[in-house]
């Protein structure tokens, strides 16, 4: 047995027996943690929803600085991006979508201190300075201002207080990896007006070799900084102003090249592509005739390095009136996303297909709730008005088979462009205009002292203009198409929630939840593929417990879910004309299903576990696409089973300072990448590690220590592209073992 699974059943085994070690401490219990899922803030343990919460110390603690980085610490939460600082594939219950065009929506919402991040690119940003981040697991319309049917990433930064606080954070670690991180807020006017400041820097080397100039690339470099204001002129008055900014001037990533096209007859695979064993071989090559063939997974050849330069800018006003028996909140925010990167995407050192993604979007959004304010009283509701107003704006260029124009020079013909042949520069100059509005609203009623009842509905409307076309050679118009729609439907949640005594309560749920249709945001080549798309629907079963137990030294969260889902918004692709495209349409339904468990453990004062465990089916039914049958095959991006979990415990030390060490472990059984669920289009099942340990002073502001992150060096694929008639794959590797070291001072 290797120090991997041992390591891994060591966590799973800590996990497992917390309620064993129960009675070696009569003092220890876990900590309450307080949510705002439901717009107010409650007892994670009263909330009739499958939800985890994770601190900002815990987050610190696993190197978390941006939305990617929570892959797997939540059941049932799968987070890649092939992107280096846009676009993240947000994945929960295996709904979500894998589209990374800047007009696309998720069906899993993002929300930074209670504003509905819209655009994919922006995202990324703003994973500083936290108090704590909850991922709610289904459909989430009742409650939240933009309805969203597979879940929900709530983000809480610190707020400003009344006392002076300051906070600094600096880690170094392998590839001159720096983390930066600094706060400072406090009063202005005491109990009037208190602000608070922060920012964040993140660069590295890179960590993979370009064998064509000698430099490394996949670095990062960006920088992110928040500024607040909370005026409070009166017990029942406040106002929390905000302003943030993000700028990326890091690498755009740089991809592993895998050959495809055989050039030997024994190369050829059952598929009619490679045969797996000779793909780095070099009897099998990319149309162009290049192949990888050193098997260094982080090492290329690329004759374009590029830049994923990201701007982000983003604004609100969030008032609350206490009116006595009831409040007024207005949510009120602006942000804006530009980004302009320019992407070696064939991975060679040719000219096969470069991209420039080019793309601006703005968004403004108005939420306005009145909730009621009695924690006792028998009737609690919410009810509120969303509107939204947003402009994207892409301009993306792909450079086609720039190497073979030389073949098509004639003298009508200087540039050597060819239509025919796909050898051009190829846009997609579009503008779409989003106007949203919905009301929404949720009761919860105590029927008895135990049983209580819950009823949500939901009203949306989305109205879209969408001028498009697809140009060739910046001049030749090949398609246009304006056409406008309007989105609308219902959805809604009925509840049962039943305590059965102080420390268990059970729950029953159903929910509806739909994601709105739109029109496709890529390279179209045919009328049809501009056709809108519909609303998918999603009907959500679940069953839950939550229980602490041991004189709550133990928290443990259940649930079960069963999901019909119909009318799927499904990304996939098609060869048109020669090209291979990427096309969205409403192509299937399916049937999803599995159960989850959450567990926090104190069995010591000085000893904290926490752990995760996912099950999950998730298959299409009836699913054709261009003559394919992917009936009965796996959802992208959804793994059987995927575990987490971590292990804390403190060494009190005879000064009064202590020893502070941590190890986590996470799993992820087998995925798919795409809808055909090709084997050269998955990972196996994979496990990381990572361990910490540090220093921390008797009045615990300052800590100092080391850290490891993946520690036994696990390569995996983070995401994996196929450009089948260009003869390639893209494969994106995850982030090499990390050694560090950190310190940290809180004032």
């Known amino acids: 047995m290797n120090m991997k699974t041992l390591w891994l059943m060591g966590c799973a085994l800590a996990a497992l027996s917390a309620g064993a070690a129960h009675a070696q401490d009569s003092t220890a219990m876990v900590e309450e943690i307080v949510v705002t899922a439901q717009k107010r803030s409650e007892n994670l343990q009263d909330v009739p929803v499958a939800l985890t919460a994770i601190t900002g110390q815990a987050l610190a603690n696993q190197g978390v600085n941006n939305v990617v980085a929570l892959n797997n610490l939540a059941p049932g939460l799968r987070v890649s991006s092939g992107d280096a600082a846009a676009n993240p594939k947000i994945f929960i219950r295996g709904v979500g979508l894998s589209d990374f065009n800047p007009n696309s929506s998720s069906g899993v919402g993002v929300y930074v201190d209670g504003v509905y991040i819209g655009s994919p690119l922006a995202q990324m940003a703003g994973f500083f300075d936290l108090a704590q981040v909850e991922v709610l697991r289904g459909p989430q319309g009742t409650l939240y201002g933009r309805n969203t049917n597979g879940g929900a990433i709530n983000v809480t930064t610190k707020r400003p207080t009344q006392t002076f606080t300051a906070d600094v954070a600096a880690e170094y670690a392998t590839y001159n990896a720096v983390n930066l991180t600094a706060a400072v807020g406090g009063p202005i006017v005491q109990d009037k007006l208190a602000f608070r400041v922060a920012g964040q820097y993140v660069a590295d080397d890179g960590f993979t070799y370009n064998r064509v100039t000698g430099n490394d690339v996949n670095a990062t470099d960006y920088w992110a900084g928040r500024a607040q204001l909370l005026f409070t002129p009166s017990e029942d008055f406040e106002v929390l102003a905000q302003v943030n900014r993000f700028v990326n001037r890091g690498d755009a990533t740089a991809p592993q090249h895998r050959a495809l096209f055989p050039a030997t007859p024994e190369a050829v695979g059952p598929t009619g592509f490679c045969a797996p064993a000779l793909y780095s071989s070099g009897q099998c090559t990319d149309l162009l005739g290049y192949a990888d063939t050193d098997n260094d997974r982080y090492a290329g050849d690329y004759n374009l390095e590029g830049k994923d330069k990201v701007d982000l800018f983003g604004s609100s006003l969030e008032a609350n009136w206490d009116l006595g028996p009831v409040s007024l909140v207005s949510v009120t925010a602006y942000q804006w996303a530009h980004r302009n990167a320019l992407e070696n995407t064939d991975s060679s050192p040719l000219q096969m297909i470069e991209i420039n993604y080019l793309s601006r979007s703005q968004q403004f959004t108005q939420e306005l709730r009145l909730q009621s304010n009695d924690p006792a009283a028998r009737l609690k509701w919410v009810a509120g008005l969303y509107y939204m107003d947003e402009t994207i704006k892409n301009a993306t260029q792909q450079d086609i088979l720039r190497d073979l124009r030389p073949l098509f020079v004639t003298p009508d013909n200087p540039t050597g462009a060819s239509l025919e042949n796909s050898v051009a520069v190829f846009g997609t100059p579009y503008t779409q205009k989003t106007k949203g509005y919905a009301i929404f609203g949720q009761a919860d009623y105590s029927l008895n002292d135990r049983l209580t009842a819950t009823v949500g509905l939901r009203w949306s409307a989305d109205d879209k203009d969408f001028d498009y076309r697809s140009t060739a050679e910046g001049s030749i118009i090949l398609l246009e198409s304006k056409q406008s729609k309007t989105f609308s439907d219902w959805s809604g949640r009925l509840g049962l929630r039943y ?41 959500a079963y679940e069953v839950g417990v939550k229980s602490e137990l041991f004189d709550r030294r133990v928290r443990l969260n259940m649930s079960a879910f069963y999901y019909d889902y119909q009318n799927q918004q499904v990304f996939a692709q098609a060869v048109r004309n020669g090209l291979t495209v990427l096309v969205l349409d409403n192509a299937a339904s399916s049937k999803v299903y599995g159960a989850e468990a959450d567990l926090t453990a104190r069995p010591t004062e000085n000893l904290s576990i926490t752990a995760g465990l996912s099950l999950l089916n998730a298959k299409y039914g009836e699913y054709e696409s261009d003559g394919d049958d992917f009936t009965d095959n796996r959802l992208p991006q959804s793994p059987k089973v995927t575990f987490n979990a971590a292990v804390n415990y403190s060494f009190p030390l005879a000064s009064g300072a202590s020893i502070v060490t941590s190890a986590d472990a996470a799993y992820s059984s087998k995925i798919y990448f795409d809808n055909s669920n090709a084997e050269r289009l998955s990972q196996d099942g994979v496990w990381i590690a990572g361990a910490q340990a540090s220093w921390r002073s008797p009045d615990t502001s300052i800590e100092a220590g080391v850290f490891a992150r993946n520690v036994f060096n696990e390569d995996y694929f983070v995401s994996i592209s196929n450009i089948d008639s260009l003869g390639q794959d893209l494969l994106t590797y995850n982030r090499p073992r990390s050694l560090g070291v950190f310190l940290r001072y809180h004032y």
Do not use: H, M, Q
């Open 499 to 539: 305590e059965v005594n102080d420390d268990v309560n059970v729950y029953a749920t159903y929910s509806r939840g739909y994601k709105a249709g739109g029109f496709f945001g890529g390279l179209a080549t045919t009328p049809e593929e501009l056709e809108p798309y519909d609303n998918e629907i999603l009907d």
